[in-house]
């Protein structure tokens, strides 16, 4: 909100679903963090600690099927499951062996790799996640721009494991004064993790989506993507590929 | 979301935003409640409450000057002032003194009014704020079906104060076992409305609106929309036009 600003402060919005995106998106100069805790940024945090080199993002099953015809290994989820015929999904936990250790993967899942695409427009697209909290909020810090957490919710809908991620990266960046210009998605973000911080499992025992990875089987995934600081590395978006900012 | 379906209970879902209703209206069958705190639900139930017959509810500024021209009162609200040429705006304490009594009016806002236009073709949609919080709560339980609870926001951002009158309403209705189906946003509502009850005013003392109002010296209409059930009337849509439903 411009006529909030103040100074050379930064904003700190938080973005609660894709279809909020352009109500937020002002000005491509600043850092979008997109966040998909279940799983598909904690995935891709797993994925580049084991060595991936790249990371192709695309935002459907036709580009995806494409790739894989190409020879690439391919990874693909929808509605939390592997899709027939690909690589993998998005569980953090398929990249523990460093299998894909060097090589430029693909991957589409149902909400993170969208949003990656909404996003693309700004100055820097990075994917966040509990895994690599810290490193995101230096990353953020040195950037030196305007903030969108942005979180990829669930087809649309809000969610709140995102949210809480979001609302514990604002309290990290907000102890440094330049990002103090916040909105009202941010103090309701900041709030929620500050209820939540101190048992965020059983916080989200209701939530949608740990409900539906618990049908699934994926109480191990929902533990990896509640640990924090697992790696130092963010991803950071080049072009049309997710690079380590560390390579 | 169906998956989360279980037996005869009802659906309390809260949408954040205007942009985010496409994403939770999944079928006519159900109640909306549209919430504008600051101010326009609390200035149509305060209306109401001082005797209007009807009031009519324009998406923009083109339809309001049309009635104008008929001979209506209209009032017109943008960016929280009243708009140049027109009766009055969003104050809900302008309706005090009773000068509309028995009249239809017509009303256009920045956000509440075209939030009752985006929700008008489901089966109920009523007006809440916290001046009818008790009697919305009684109308969801009686009318036993699904409910959104429409969060008007600031241009299709976020906002704090709707968010809280969602919570507020989830948590009395969620007392009727028969409302125990709830989403992610409906435990993101009720949380902040826990941290919030005891001190809304001061909770809000960093939101945008409220210090959009402060600055705008309306403090007074702060406390009037922060006040609970200064009515028993829920203005229901019926048609095109908002009437009682006590008419």
């Keep these: 909100m ?32 997109v966040i998909d805790v279940f799983r598909a940024t904690s995935a891709i945090c797993a994925a580049f ?10 935002a459907n099953l036709e580009e995806a099927i494409k790739y894989k ?11 939390a499951e592997v899709v ?20 430029t993967i693909v991957l589409t899942t149902t909400n993170g790799t969208k949003a990656v695409d909404v996003a693309k427009s700004a100055a820097n697209v ?20 305007d903030v969108l957490l942005f979180c990829a919710g669930w087809k649309d809908r809000f969610n709140l494991e995102d949210t809480l991620f979001a609302g514990a990266v604002a309290q990290k960046i907000t ?4 990002f103090q210009n916040i909105s009202d998605s941010t103090i309701a973000a900041m709030n929620m993790y500050d209820a939540a ?9 209701n939530s949608s989506h740990r409900k539906r990875l ?21 991803p950071v978006l080049e072009g049309d590929i997710i690079v380590s900012n560390k390579s």
Tied chains: 1, 2.
């Design 197 to 205: 911080k101190d048992d965020m499992y059983g916080f989200l025992g």
């Design 126 to 145: 990075v994917i966040g996640s509990f895994a690599n909290l810290t490193a995101v909020c230096e990353y953020i810090e040195k950037a030196d721009k």
């Design 2 to 33: 411009s006529e909030e600003s103040s100074g050379n402060t930064k904003k700190v919005e938080v973005v609660l679903s894709p279809a909020l995106f352009p109500a937020y998106f002002e000005s491509t100069d600043c850092t979008v963090v």
């Design 69 to 79: 015809s190409e020879g690439y290994k391919v990874g693909a989820e929808r509605n």
């Design 214 to 234: 618990s049908r699934l089987n994926m109480e191990e995934d929902v533990i990896y993507c509640l640990s924090l600081d697992q790696t130092d590395i963010v």
């Design 84 to 103: 027939d015929g690909f690589d993998f999904g998005n569980s953090p936990l398929g990249f523990k062996d460093g299998k894909f250790k060097g090589e």
């Design 49 to 58: 600690e084991s060595g991936i080199k790249g990371l192709i993002p695309v």
């Design 175 to 178: 102890q440094n004064l330049r």
